[in-house]
């Protein structure tokens, strides 16, 4: 599971690394689609930083958290900052939707992966309780 997970978190690096670029690009990207669509906006939008720090730079450092967690089978950290990404994702999700009213391609691959991460995770976790539980 822990390959699993790292290789999952490893594609999270590669998207939010995506993002980023946009982040500091003034180019027409690929991913600026139509109307509804479009990374540019999101990731040039005052939502895209906190405290001055890109979004997609914080979650490069989640991925790489989670991805070191589970190599070394820190069951519990993995869950739980896979746990904060989902919902800091489910946040940021519900800002495309509702305020800007434009979703970006590699947020809505990121959430996918953080929901994936943090259901893995969160299995593999309580998995691992409950068989020492029984011992």
Request: proline share 2%; glycine share 6%; with cysteine.
């Amino acid at each position: 599971m822990r390959y699993v997970l790292l290789t999952l978190a490893l594609a999270g690096v590669i998207v939010s690394a995506l993002a980023l670029r946009v982040h500091y690009s003034n180019d027409v990207e690929p991913c600026d689609i139509n109307a509804k669509w479009d990374c540019g906006i999101v990731n040039h939008s005052p939502f895209s930083e906190i405290a001055h720090i890109p979004v997609a730079a914080l979650g490069i450092v989640g991925y790489l958290a989670i991805g070191i967690f589970s190599f070394r089978t820190l069951r519990a950290l993995s869950f739980l900052f896979s746990f904060i990404g989902f919902c800091f994702a489910l946040y940021l999700s519900h800002i495309e939707k509702d305020v800007l009213q434009v979703w970006c391609v590699y947020c809505v691959i990121s959430q996918c992966l953080i929901a994936l991460i943090t259901l893995l995770s969160g299995g593999w976790y309580f998995w691992a309780r409950k068989k020492m539980q029984s011992s």
